[in-house]
């Protein structure tokens, strides 16, 4: 069985999934382990087949097909599934890329190509003046990222306190711009 994923996301997705409207498309153009994806069909928000997914982890795009296997999963670059979805009012996107980009929970052989600051930063640009709705997932203590957010967008905290990480309940920092 696959890794269950990413503590702060698999831990909070459910909070994510119940802030967000029903919708025609939902897309996450960093999927890893698609935890929101998860919820918004598990909870009938999106229908599966309508799921977009993407990632240039091997290992991810087994993994979501493996989870959602009628969802339209790609091994892409991000902003390729971005341009493909900016534009249409029915699709939410949901921008959670790698927060730890020389630490990778899935392989040894796997790195990120760009740093955390620029994958939010190319993100944003893509996304300005867009159609759909947006979400963008950062972790409450990552300093940069949630620079790079708050400048741009109202950001909020979202606690799990049922699960812990370490510890602590889980939590994650969240702009919702739907």
């Given at each position: 069985?696959?890794?269950?994923?990413?503590?702060?996301l698999a831990?909070?997705?459910?909070?994510i999934?119940?802030?967000?409207?029903?919708c025609?498309f939902f897309?996450?153009?960093?999927?890893g382990?698609?935890?929101?994806?998860?919820?918004?069909?598990?909870?009938?928000k999106?229908?599966?087949?309508?799921?977009?997914?993407?990632?240039?982890?091997?290992n991810a795009?087994?993994?979501?097909?493996?989870?959602?296997?009628?969802?339209?999963?790609?091994e892409?670059?991000?902003e390729?599934?971005?341009?493909r979805?900016?534009?249409?009012r029915?699709a939410?996107?949901?921008?959670?890329?790698p927060?730890y980009?020389?630490k990778?929970t899935?392989s040894?052989?796997y790195?990120?190509t760009?740093s955390?600051?620029?994958?939010?930063?190319t993100?944003?640009?893509?996304l300005?003046?867009c159609?759909?709705?947006k979400?963008?997932?950062?972790?409450?203590?990552?300093?940069?990222?949630?620079?790079?957010?708050?400048?741009?967008?109202?950001?909020?905290?979202?606690?799990n306190?049922?699960?812990?990480?370490?510890?602590?309940?889980?939590?994650?920092?969240v702009?919702?711009?739907?």
């Amino acid at each position: 069985m696959p890794l269950k994923g990413y503590p702060g996301l698999a831990n909070t997705a459910i909070l994510i999934a119940e802030r967000l409207p029903k919708c025609e498309f939902f897309v996450e153009p960093f999927a890893g382990h698609c935890s929101v994806a998860r919820e918004m069909v598990r909870s009938g928000k999106v229908d599966e087949k309508n799921v977009y997914l993407s990632d240039l982890n091997p290992n991810a795009i087994s993994f979501c097909k493996y989870e959602l296997p009628q969802a339209n999963v790609y091994e892409a670059n991000f902003e390729d599934l971005i341009h493909r979805f900016k534009n249409i009012r029915g699709a939410i996107i949901l921008i959670d890329p790698p927060w730890y980009p020389h630490k990778d929970t899935y392989s040894l052989t796997y790195s990120s190509t760009m740093s955390v600051l620029n994958y939010y930063s190319t993100s944003i640009q893509i996304l300005q003046d867009c159609k759909c709705r947006k979400v963008f997932v950062t972790q409450t203590r990552e300093l940069f990222s949630k620079k790079i957010l708050s400048k741009n967008f109202e950001t909020e905290v979202l606690t799990n306190h049922k699960r812990k990480i370490f510890g602590r309940a889980a939590t994650v920092r969240v702009a919702f711009i739907l």
